[in-house]
């Protein structure tokens, strides 16, 4: 069905609830940094029809993040944030050694330790990959990707759920 003129089209699939990976970087602007320019993502991502999914590769990751000393994020409040993230998503064990062989076969992401997400997103079966990170942003235009995984900013996630109907 085509999109009337003047309309955005739709750029999330009408599936309920969505399986969402979120990059390091979006973690840290929503819950340390509580941007207020993604507050609508952030209410979203905590909704119904989002499911927030994470291993322990991508939790390991943000802990990291979390203590580097330019953030200067005392003890506890790393602590809480970990904890208040890890309590919203859905936690999948790290992958076993016939799904590592099957992810093999992805493209490979520039940095590799962003290839988590990428091999995250695939195992986990999301619909969506948000990150900030551009060399995970360029894997969106690979076909092999590009046919089962939406890879988006989070300005251009909360961009298009705000032109998305109900």
């Known amino acids: 069905m085509a999109t009337p003129v003047g309309q955005a089209a739709p750029l999330l699939p009408d599936t309920t609830p969505l399986r969402v990976v979120l990059d390091t970087n979006v973690v840290m602007a929503l819950w340390h940094f509580d941007d207020p320019r993604l507050a609508a993502l952030k209410t979203w991502a905590q909704g119904d029809r989002v499911r927030l999914l994470a291993n322990p590769a991508s939790l390991g990751e943000l802990q990291r993040v979390l203590a580097y000393r330019q953030f200067a994020i005392p003890p506890e409040r790393q602590a809480a ?86």
Do not use: H
């Not at 790290?94 to 330790?113: E, F, K």
């Not at 695939?122 to 690979?142: E, P």
């Not at 076909?143 to 109907?165: F, H, M, Y």
């Open 81 to 166: 944030l970990l904890a208040d993230y890890a309590a919203r998503v859905c936690a999948l064990p790290a992958p076993d050694d016939a799904q590592l062989a099957a992810l093999a076969s992805l493209p490979r992401c520039g940095d590799r330790d962003d290839q988590k997400f990428i091999e995250l997103a695939a195992y986990g079966q999301a619909q969506l990959l948000v990150s900030r990170d551009k060399l995970v942003l360029k894997l969106a235009r690979r076909r092999e990707l590009r046919d089962q995984l939406l890879i988006l900013t989070p300005e251009r996630l909360q961009l298009a759920l705000s032109v998305t109907p109900p």
